[in-house]
C-alpha cells in the first residue's frame, strides 16, 4: 500500500514539474488566500495579546473617569464625536475630597509630557520620556507593579517631597547598571530621588512606558504650567458586588461638579477595564470576519482554477490513463494518482500562504513594536481549508480520471 502510495506521489510530482507554469500560478492564487487569512489573524493576534495584558492589570473592580467615552455618534448618517470639556484640576480635588471612601480610593494623574529630557549626574536621556503627575493611589489602581523600592506614601503627596519612580528602562538610559534606588536626577532642572524601579511593561504602538518618569501631582503642576491640563481620576471599589453603586455615586457627583442639569446628558466618560477588552474583542471579532471574508472569496476562486487545471491535465494525459489502465491499473489507483496531485499543489499553496501571512504579521508586529504572536488556530485553519480546497477540487478529475475507457484513451490522439 505504501509503495503504491509512494509511486502515485512519484507521479504526480513529476507530472506537477510538466505542467510548472500553471501549476505555481494555482499555488500562488490558493496561497494568496491562505496570506490574507494567516496575516490579518497574525496581526490581530498580536494586537489584541498586547491590549489584554496591558488591561489585565487594571482589574474587574477599577474604573476611570475621563473626558470622552469610547464610544461615537451616529447623526444623519455621519459619524461624530462628541466633543466634551477637559477635566480640570478643581474638579478632580473637588471629586477626591467628597468621594465617598467606603466605595473605593481615588487615584488622580495626568501626563504633564511625552518629551521630556531627563539628566542623572553622569547621562542624560534622548527627549522621549514620558512624565506624569500622579497621587499616592495611583500605581495601586493602575495595576502598575513595582521591581524594586516603593511606591508614593500620602506623606510624599501632601509635602510635594521631591521623590520619583521611573520605568524600567530608565535604569539602562541613565544609571549603567547602577541600583537606581537613592539616586537623584534632574527633570527641567528639578531635582528627584528615586525610590521605586517599575516592572516592565514593554512598547505599545510605538510608545514605550517603560520610558517614564513619575511624580508627585502637585510637583508636576508646578513644573509643567501649560493650559488647559486634562485630568483623569480612577476608583479602585473596595468590594467588586459594589462596583454598580460605586459608578453610580461617581456619576452623580461629577455630574455635580461639572454643574450638570439632569436633563443633560454626561460631558465625560466612565471606562472600565472590561469595557476596554470588550471594545478590543469586537474589533478582533470584526478583523477576523473580514480576513474569513476576504481569504474565502480568494480561496474559492483558488479551489476553481485548481478544478480547471487538473480537468485540463486530465484531458492532456488521456493516453497516459489509457496505457496505464490497459497495463492493469485499478480505477482506484488512477483515482489517487490525480487526487493527489491536486493534494501537493494545495499544500505548495498553503506551505507558501503561511509562511507569507506570518511574515506579514510579524511586519506589522515590528512596525507597531508589539509582540509577535505566532497564530497556531490560523495555521491549523490554512491547512484544513488546503485539504478541503484539494477534496473540492480533486475529486471531479480523479472521478473522471479513473472513469476513462482505456480502448478509447489509447485511440486519443
Request: include cysteine; proline fraction near 3%.
Amino acid at each position: 500500500m505504501f509503495g503504491l502510495l509512494g509511486q502515485n506521489i512519484s507521479i504526480a510530482q513529476q507530472s506537477i514539474k510538466g505542467q510548472l507554469l500553471r501549476t505555481i500560478l494555482t499555488v500562488v492564487i490558493i496561497a494568496i488566500g491562505i496570506t490574507a487569512l494567516v496575516g490579518i489573524l497574525s496581526a490581530v493576534n498580536a494586537l489584541s495579546s498586547t491590549l489584554d495584558s496591558g488591561f489585565s492589570g487594571i482589574g474587574t473592580n477599577t474604573f476611570n473617569i475621563q473626558q470622552y467615552e469610547l464610544s461615537f455618534r451616529r447623526q444623519g448618517g455621519r459619524e461624530r464625536t462628541k466633543v466634551n470639556p477637559i477635566i480640570n484640576y478643581r474638579q478632580v480635588k473637588e471629586f477626591q475630597e467628597k468621594y465617598d471612601p467606603a466605595f473605593g480610593q481615588v487615584g488622580v494623574s495626568f501626563q504633564a509630557t511625552s518629551t521630556a529630557e531627563v539628566k542623572s549626574e553622569d547621562s542624560k536621556t534622548k527627549p522621549k520620556v514620558i512624565v506624569a503627575g500622579v497621587n499616592e493611589n495611583y500605581t495601586e489602581n493602575a495595576g502598575i507593579e513595582l521591581a524594586e523600592g516603593r511606591t508614593f506614601s500620602p506623606f510624599d503627596i501632601k509635602n510635594n517631597t521631591r521623590v520619583c519612580l521611573i520605568g524600567s528602562d530608565m535604569e539602562d538610559a541613565l544609571f549603567q547598571g547602577l541600583n537606581p534606588l537613592g539616586q537623584t536626577l534632574s527633570i527641567r532642572g528639578n531635582k528627584f530621588t528615586v525610590i521605586g524601579l517599575l516592572k516592565e511593561k514593554g512598547s505599545t504602538f510605538g510608545n514605550n512606558i517603560d520610558l517614564r518618569v513619575m511624580i508627585p501631582i502637585d510637583v508636576a503642576r508646578s513644573i509643567y504650567t501649560a493650559p488647559n491640563i486634562n485630568y483623569e481620576v480612577s476608583v479602585k471599589v473596595a468590594d467588586p458586588n459594589f462596583m454598580e453603586s460605586a459608578k453610580d455615586a461617581a456619576i452623580v457627583l461629577m455630574r455635580n461638579i461639572r454643574g450638570l442639569s439632569p436633563v443633560e446628558s454626561n460631558n465625560f466618560g466612565v471606562v472600565q477595564s472590561d469595557d476596554l477588552l470588550a471594545s478590543v474583542n469586537e474589533v478582533s471579532a470584526a478583523l477576523n470576519v473580514a480576513a474569513v471574508i476576504i481569504s474565502g472569496i480568494t480561496i474559492f476562486g483558488s479551489s476553481i482554477a485548481l478544478m480547471n487545471i487538473m480537468l485540463v491535465s486530465v484531458t492532456e494525459r488521456t493516453r497516459e490513463i489509457g496505457v496505464r489502465k490497459a497495463l492493469g491499473a485499478k480505477r482506484s489507483t488512477v483515482s489517487w494518482q490525480f487526487f493527489i496531485e491536486t493534494l501537493l499543489i494545495s499544500q505548495y499553496g498553503s506551505i507558501v500562504g503561511i509562511l507569507l501571512g506570518m511574515l506579514i504579521g510579524f511586519a506589522v508586529s515590528a512596525g507597531f513594536e508589539i509582540p509577535f504572536v505566532i497564530p497556531w488556530g490560523a495555521i491549523i485553519w490554512a491547512t484544513i481549508i488546503s485539504i478541503l480546497i484539494a477534496i473540492f477540487s480533486g475529486v471531479l478529475p480523479a472521478i473522471k480520471a479513473s472513469r476513462l475507457d482505456p480502448i478509447e484513451a489509447l485511440r486519443y490522439e
